[in-house]
Structure formats: C-alpha cells, structure tokens
C-alpha cells in the first residue's frame, strides 16, 4: 500500500470512527489489488467494513461512505458485512479478506464476542418462544427442532466465551460444547447428556417420518434451552 492510499484509507477511518455510528463499527478491513500492492492507477480503493445491529447501521454507513466520496474526490469502494460473519457463517470471500487483507481498524476481540453472545442469546430466545408456541398448537416435530435449535444457539454462545471459533456442525457443537464445559466439570453432566440426546431427538423430528414424538420430549428441550440461555447470559455478564 503506498503513502497515498495509506493517508487516504487512514482519513476514512477516522472519518467513519468520528460519525455517530462509531460505536456499530467492528472491523474495517482494506481488499483487493491495494492491499495485495497489484494496484494501477485506475485502481479502486476496496473496503470491508463489519458492522454490528443490522441494516439502520449499514445504510448510515453508507451515507456516510458517499459523503466522504463527494467532499474528498477519492474512488473508495466500501462493502459491508455483518460481525455475525466473522463468527457464524464465514463464507470465502470474507474468509479471504480477513486472512489477507489489511487491517485498518478493529473493536477489542472481547467486545466484539460480548456483542456477539449477546446476539445468540437473545436469537436463542426468539426461538425457544417460537418452540413454545407450537407446541401449544400440539406440533411436535416443530417444537422439537425450534426448542434445539434455541438451545445450540445458547451453547455456540457459550463456546464462544472461550474460543474464537465456532464449529461447522451441529455434532461438532455439542462435541466442543462437552469438552469446554463438561469434561472439565465446569457445568454438569447431565446438561452435555441432555444437549447430546436432543440433537438425536431433533435429527429424528426433522428427517424420520415414522418417528414417534413426545410432548415430555418437547418440554424437556424447551427446559434445556431455557437452563443454557440463562447460563449463557450471566457469564455474559462477568
């Protein structure tokens, strides 16, 4: 990156980290042939910006983003990801900026996994709410799958609280889950027993027609997603 590009994505930043959405910003990141030193001079200046609460932050973002285009004349490309895609779905383009792209900012590590356990829990919620409602109308099957899908998103928020990141798989989940918080004796045995056996429950709810379903299955989920959002949110806390 030469002295140029340096002083002008510098300048952003400190435009960005001056504006009123300063404190939604998680990440920024330079891209593409500038950070890779393959630029010409008809080359755009790419940049990835991670953001956090959703699309209100990107679009003041990206105002923003023109606004600084027109008062400076500079060719600034921004594109915009959510800091969910750090953590939970990292797909190619944004694992390969991260690896090899340039860092010009970023929030404290810490910060941006409280944000993000945050964020599981109170998904988490929304579906162990969901689980609860179905099954009140008698759908087995739904509530089942709802109430354990509540219940991983409360353990990825766990695990998180300790490791960077996540795993790719529903039996890596409870796996990485058991060996963080289970072998060490640090949460009880029958939360991992009980996290296992419902994602068995789940698979059978989802993909086995002539499974035979409880409600007592459903409510024993429901209760388990409850016990790990709640354990979640107060070592969130600490």
Do not use: W
Request: glycine share 4%; no cysteine.
């Amino acid at each position: 990156m030469d002295m140029e590009v340096k002083d002008i994505v510098n300048k952003f930043k400190e435009y960005i980290l001056g504006s009123e959405i300063k404190d939604k910003i998680a990440k920024i990141i330079l891209f593409g042939s500038h950070a890779k030193g393959t630029a010409t001079i008809d080359s755009d200046i790419d940049i990835l910006v991670f953001t956090i609460d959703g699309e209100d932050v990107e679009k003041s973002l990206m105002d923003s983003v023109y606004d600084y285009m027109l008062a400076h004349d500079v060719p600034i490309e921004v594109i915009t990801a959510s800091i969910d895609d750090l953590f939970l779905s990292q797909d190619f383009f944004v694992y390969n900026v991260t690896h090899h792209g340039v860092e010009i900012y970023s929030m404290e590590k810490d910060d941006m996994k409280k944000i993000m356990v945050r964020d599981l829990v109170q998904l988490a919620e929304e579906y162990r709410e969901s689980a609860r409602d179905v099954l009140q109308m008698n759908r087995i099957r739904l509530a089942i799958d709802a109430a354990y899908n509540a219940a991983e998103l409360a353990t990825k928020a766990l695990i998180l609280l300790k490791e960077d990141d996540l795993p790719g798989s529903h039996g890596g989940v409870v796996s990485l889950f058991g060996q963080l918080y289970i072998k060490t004796k640090e949460l009880d045995f029958e939360l991992g027993r009980n996290l296992h056996l419902a994602l068995k429950l789940r698979n059978e709810a989802r993909y086995k027609p002539h499974a035979i379903l409880s409600r007592a299955e459903a409510e024993h989920i429901l209760e388990l997603a409850a016990d790990l959002i709640s354990i979640a949110l107060e070592r969130n806390k600490a």
